[in-house]
């Protein structure tokens, strides 16, 4: 299984980032898949979800902000950030929803003030 997470980085509060997960091993057309953000000194949380068919669901802090999308024909998600504050700042891994108990190479968005 690979669930790898990239595209994070150095951003001003305001700025946007636009994260990828490339997965294999999973049956992805047919799974619900969800983000996930460590935060500094916090645990692994929730951020979104999105079923096979696109449906989403999303924290109410990033409700409106962020955008999550799937191509289950490359079996990967996007998840596009706007506006992004310094509580967005985190490692942001993808996993199905509910999670595995596998985590794979997350990404770090730090977002500066």
């Known amino acids: 299984v690979q669930l790898q997470a990239s595209g994070g980085g150095l951003v001003q509060a305001g700025g946007s980032l636009r994260l990828s997960c490339a997965t294999s091993g999973i049956d992805f057309s047919l799974t619900s898949m969800g983000w996930y953000r460590k935060a500094p000194g916090k645990q692994r949380e929730w951020v979104m979800s999105?079923?096979?068919?696109?449906?989403?669901t999303y924290e109410e802090f990033v409700k409106g902000r962020f955008t999550a999308s799937r191509d289950n024909v490359k079996n990967t998600m996007f998840l596009q950030m706007n506006s992004l504050n310094p509580d967005d700042t985190g490692v942001y891994y993808c996993?199905?929803?509910?999670?595995?108990?596998?985590w794979g190479r997350g990404t770090l968005v730090t977002v500066s003030s």
């Open positions: 999105i079923t096979n068919a696109g449906t989403t």
């Open positions: 996993n199905t929803f509910p999670h595995r108990d596998f």
